[in-house]
């Protein structure tokens, strides 16, 4: 998997956009951007991927760098439901599809 | 739609007894995960399976973990033996396809062994 990197903690206001940045330096050309989060004491939550082009889905939206060495991850309107921990992960397309997140970014959305 | 399901949702079992843990995947999902998370660590993998054919078992930590996936849909992880370092959360995860890494999970077995 190509390595990622995300700030360790992010602090949000309820209503405003959390803006998610993570860097993938390494990634290769084939090798997509995956975000999910984990919302305490559930299972982890797909959100979104993409390979070049952004991507919107109900959820957010993903922006990627025309040289795809970063992105970022748009909630447009965070929630206090939104807090949680988020993973950007860049799988190798080869590495038998297991999930393996880093440490992610603790997002707290406040009041 | 019906998202996957797990149960039991909690499981407190003695050292040495036997446990299985149920994961109902998504209607139509020919790929399913077990993966487990020890208290604030990380996902660790166990297993995958994809249609017919032959489980990745390349993540379970020792023989007393197994795993069988009935019909294509419906799957158990059994412990036999529980020791106290296998208190975790299991998750199951399903997706459309063996490509890609769209997954979903459901909410998990917390799973203590006192």
């Known amino acids: 998997d190509a390595k990622t990197t995300q700030p360790p903690s992010m602090d949000c206001a309820e209503g405003r956009a959390a803006n998610l940045p993570c860097n993938h330096s390494?990634?290769?050309?084939?090798?997509?951007v995956y975000w999910y989060r984990q919302i305490h004491s559930q299972g982890p939550q797909y959100i979104i991927h993409?390979?070049?082009n952004n991507e919107t889905n109900e959820m957010a939206s993903l922006i990627i760098t025309e040289d795809r060495k970063s992105s970022t991850l748009i909630l447009p309107h965070a929630t206090l439901r939104d807090t949680a921990v988020y993973y950007c992960i860049a799988p190798n397309n080869n590495a038998g599809n297991m999930l393996t997140f880093g440490g992610g970014t603790r997002l707290m959305v406040k009041p | 739609g019906a998202g996957v399901s797990q149960s039991p949702s909690n499981k407190v079992t003695e050292k040495g007894k036997d446990v299985e843990l149920r994961c109902d995947p998504i209607?139509?999902?020919?790929?399913l995960y077990w993966y487990r998370q020890s208290l604030g660590q990380g996902l660790e993998f166990l297993i995958y399976f994809q249609g017919n054919s032959a489980p990745d078992k390349s993540g379970l930590p020792s023989d007393r973990f197994s795993a069988e996936r009935t019909g294509g849909s419906v799957s158990t992880l059994t412990i036999q033996r529980t020791q106290q370092e296998d208190s975790a959360v299991y998750l199951c995860a399903s997706s459309k396809t063996s490509l890609g890494y769209e997954q979903y999970f459901g909410p998990g077995t917390r799973l203590t062994v006192t």
């Open positions: 209607s139509g999902h020919t790929a």
């Open positions: 390494t990634i290769s050309g084939n090798e997509y």
């Open positions: 993409g390979l070049k």
